[in-house]
């Protein structure tokens, strides 16, 4: 009867070694390695914190931030809302000759308005040649502050198919003055 004891305990004692065999080298293969990546990621996190916060004073502390601030806000910022919708319709009539469009109507739109900003929208009815509409476009690209078409109609004018009949809905975004600017 004493020996059946002694297998049972060697069975035990076998069992009991694979279990703190396969423990320790599962902690030493595979947890201490992930564990070691973990530390270095916090310490790279470390470091690039610590380079941000200097380019931050670098630039919070630099004498070209406030011109930079305010070229922004001449970007973006507008006036009273009848002059920056007064230079609007005035930027996209100029445009529209320059390439070559005729304007039949051009109407103010009601502003779409949200938190920290406005959109100031003209309504644009036109006539030309499909060429004029592309030129037309290229001309937006080169007012001061920018536009955006947010709608667009075109249909081919019947008699003579080369011309184009249009109207465009176009938006200039412009901030709402801030003390943060």
Do not use: C, H
Request: charged share 25%.
């Amino acid at each position: 009867m004493a020996s059946v004891n002694i297998k049972q305990r060697e069975k035990l004692l076998l069992v009991l070694t694979i279990v703190v065999v396969l423990g320790w080298a599962w902690k030493f293969f595979v947890l201490n390695p992930i564990l070691d990546y973990g530390d270095k990621l916090d310490a790279e996190l470390v470091v690039k914190n610590l380079k941000l916060r200097e380019a931050k004073k670098i630039i919070n502390s630099s004498p070209q931030k406030a011109a930079t601030q305010e070229s922004f806000k001449r970007f973006i910022s507008g006036g009273s809302n009848q002059e920056d919708m007064t230079r609007m319709i005035k930027d996209i009539e100029v445009a529209a000759a320059q390439a070559g469009l005729k304007v039949l109507e051009t109407k103010a739109q009601p502003q779409v308005k949200n938190v920290g900003w406005f959109e100031l929208r003209v309504s644009i009815s036109f006539e030309g040649r499909w060429s004029d509409v592309v030129r037309f476009f290229y001309q937006l690209e080169n007012v001061d502050k920018p536009l955006l078409v947010n709608e667009m109609s075109l249909e081919a004018n019947m008699p003579q198919q080369t011309s184009v009949r249009g109207r465009f809905e176009i938006g200039r975004l412009l901030t709402i003055a801030s003390p943060d600017l």
